[in-house]
Structure formats: C-alpha cells, structure tokens
C-alpha cells in the first residue's frame, strides 16, 4: 500500500539507476537489509561496467506510492522515521479502507492522532444526502416519526450543507465517510 524507492546515490553519479521499491511498514532491520542490498547491486553494477566508483554508502529516494506519501516525498526524507509512523498507523487502523482514507485526506501525524484517540465514527455511504438521510433517521426514536411523504421531500444534502458539516469534519473516499470527533 505504501512503497518507496530506494536508489544507489554512487550508481546514480555515474549514470545508473539502481533502486529497489520497498513497501512500508516494514520492520527496521528488514529496511537496513534492503537499502544494503541496493547498495551491493549498485557496487557490483559499476564493478561490471568498470565506473570505478567504490564507495556506495550513501542512498535517497527516487519515488513514493500510497496514498498521501506525495505530501512526505523529498529525496533525503527520512524512511525510517516514515516506516515508524505508517507502523503505529497500521496498527492502530481497524482496516485497510479507513486507513488509506485518513492518509489521503489528512497530514500523517494528524491521521495517527484521530486513530490513537478513536477520535471518528465510520460511516459507509456513497454521498452526503445519504449521511444526513442516516443521521436523521438515527436521531429520530423510529423511523415512522417523520411520514413517509414528508421524508421524500427533505433535503438531505441541505442538512450535510448547513448542519452537519460545521458540527464535525468529514473525510471521504469510494463508498466511506470518516467523520472526525473533535471531543
């Protein structure tokens, strides 16, 4: 879901690009791992074309994927710190959904702050009339409280528009509304 590029600086000076994609969260010593390896596979590319470039320490970030990595993105970012943070977010997210939702939408730090509150309540609907419509009939004690031929001429998206929305900050994705608590 998140990966990022991890490249040669060594290989790269002299005109190769050797890099390997890493997907995050990934564990610390499993990261350490990859950037040796692309390391060694830039060394040994030189070796073979006769670069003579000898020291292969030093590495960067040639490209980012997942949703909200763009905001983060520079070529000396930290990857650990990032691993660390999409780590904790990981874990703390009850899926997948809510969490790629939270990160395309909001800074990462924030995203981890409503997850570690519980600060958001899930809703899974398509629009905004849909979310009023359902707050509506949840705070009404049935169903039957407003009739049927009234219900039909409420404007749902009204109440989204001028009510609901100042009250709470939504977040949205295919089929998902988060509704972000400010407890």
Same mark, same amino acid.
């Given at each position: ?6 490249? $040669?600086?060594?290989? *790269? ?5 050797i890099? &390997? #994609?890493?997907?995050?969260?990934i564990?610390?010593e499993?990261?350490?791992?990859? @950037? $040796? ?9 030189? %070796?073979?074309?006769? =670069? ?6 030093? #590495?960067?970030? /040639? ?7 763009? %905001?983060?993105? &520079? %070529? ?5 710190k ?12 009850? =899926? =997948? ?5 939270? /990160?395309?939408?909001?800074? *990462? ?13 899930? &809703? *899974? ?8 419509r %359902? ?8 169903? $039957?409280d407003?009739?049927? #031929? @009234?219900?039909? &001429? @409420?404007? *749902?998206k ?10 709470? $900050?939504?977040? #949205? ?11």
């Open positions: 879901m998140f990966k990022v590029a991890i490249t $040669d600086m060594a290989a *790269y000076n002299e005109g190769n690009l890099y &390997h #994609w890493v997907e995050l969260p564990d610390e499993d990261l350490r791992e990859e @950037i $040796d390896s692309v390391l060694k596979e830039g060394f040994e590319f030189c %070796q073979e074309e006769g =670069n003579g470039c000898y020291q292969h320490e030093e #590495w960067f970030v /040639t490209d980012v994927e997942g949703p909200g990595m763009r %905001q983060y993105y &520079h %070529q000396y970012m930290d990857v650990f990032l691993n660390s943070l999409l780590e904790d977010m990981v874990y703390l997210a009850p =899926n =997948n959904e809510v969490l790629e939702t939270l /990160t395309a939408n909001l800074k *990462y730090k924030d995203a981890l702050n409503v997850l570690e509150n519980e600060d958001y309540i899930i &809703h *899974y609907v398509d629009s905004e009339a849909e979310l009023a %359902q707050f509506v009939e949840e705070t009404m004690s049935t169903r $039957d407003i009739p049927r #031929w @009234i219900s039909n &001429h @409420i404007d *749902y009204a109440i989204y528009d001028r009510e609901l929305r100042f009250d709470s $900050d939504f977040v #949205w994705d295919d089929g998902i509304c988060i509704e972000i608590l400010h407890g």
